[in-house]
């Protein structure tokens, strides 16, 4: 599961528990400019292909946490719980988009999409 802040212009998606092991991730900072979209969007998570994984962590129907390379992009993911799951769509980050597990979806959403700069 990730916690969300923004903090000095810039959201930072802190990766909580055992999670940080296997996404071989703790903490993310992505500057508020950079992010294109955010969206609740549990259908995401629930399939099994989520493409080829770069470093990290993936047990099909079980957990997706890493980095992954799928249609041309650089993703990170961090979900156990498909019905907790948000898409942050990005432009100008390593990262093309971020697919996590967050506590309440609805609140992650409202508080990122203020800082939404559209594609």
């Known amino acids: 599961m990730v916690e969300l802040s923004v903090t000095d212009g810039k959201l930072v998606l802190h990766v909580r528990g055992i999670d940080q092991l296997w996404a071989l991730k703790s903490t993310l900072e992505i500057p ?3 992010i294109a979209g955010v969206r609740a969007d ?3 998570a629930r399939g099994w292909w989520h493409g080829l994984k ?14 992954f390379y799928q249609q041309g992009r650089i993703i990170f993911w ?6 907790n799951t948000i898409v942050i769509d990005l432009r100008d980050e390593r990262y093309g988009q971020l697919v ?13 999409q203020p800082y939404c700069q559209g594609e």
Do not use: F, K, R
């Not at 770069?54 to 980095?67: E, F, K, Q």
């Not at 996590?100 to 990122?112: F, T």
């Open 32 to 34: 508020l400019q950079h």
């Open 42 to 44: 549990p259908n995401i």
């Open 54 to 67: 770069l470093i990290g962590s993936d047990i099909p129907g079980v957990l997706h946490a890493g980095t």
């Open 78 to 83: 961090d979900v156990h719980h498909p019905d």
């Open 100 to 112: 996590v597990e967050v506590a309440d979806p609805e609140a992650a959403v409202q508080l990122i």
